[in-house]
């Protein structure tokens, strides 16, 4: 049998291990609580208190990690959407098959990372709050919005330069790929929303985004007689 000494010395041991294990997890885990009720109440309604409550710690261990519930907001956001545009422009880089393929995947991709994750939720949340909080609309427009806006934009450009897609304005071109994105994400939000009902004509997500993706395509499809004007834009069809 071991001295008892060292059985001290190895109890004291784990339980500082355990101890820093436990340090180490509490910023993922405050992040998790707090993406929760953001998502479930709002920011407006969101106490520090109960996202320290709900990670399991004191209010005073969630101030040592985030100065505020401005900040903790903040870190949300860039754990889960803005930290990930390093990511996703390198696989518009890497990508090598065409346009048309790529704005396929893109929208298919972001559902199974984003759309049907809480994630989704905070784009709802800032629908609706944004105009009473100045300084998160602003950050959110500096950190998701702006970058999203020019991940798309490249995207269509792409498309034009390489004579897939018609010329377009892109300045409200890059909507025409948001819309569809953001309608899903405010339905799928939204208590009562048809995602909740799962009858014959409740709305499938994905069947949804093929449509849109499609609907899209056929509207940015290059044909013979798209020539910009003097605009940069082509020239208006009726037929």
Known sequence: MPPLSKLICDSVCAAHTKRERRKEARPGELLGA???????????ATRAEEVAKRAGVS???????????EELFKAVVRQNISGRFTEWNAEFD????????????????WWQRVGVTKVSGI???????AGN?????????????????ELIRRMLQRGVDRGEFAPIDMTYGIYVVLAPMIFL??????????????????LVPERYIAVQVQTILNGLRARPDDTPNQLGQSKVRFA
């Open 133 to 149: 909080f100045p300084e998160l609309a602003h950050f959110y427009q500096q950190e998701v919005i702006a970058p999203a806006h």
């Open 185 to 202: 994400q405010v339905i799928m939000n939204s208590k009562g929303g048809c995602l909740t009902d799962m009858q014959d004509d409740a």
């Open 123 to 129: 784009t709802k949340m800032m629908l609706t709050e």
């Open 94 to 109: 890497a990508f090598e098959g065409s346009t048309p393929d790529m704005l396929r995947l893109f929208m298919t991709m």
């Open 34 to 44: 707090a993406l929760d009720l953001f998502v479930e109440k709002g920011y407006a």
């Open 59 to 69: 209010k005073g261990t969630l101030f040592l990690y985030f100065a505020s519930k």
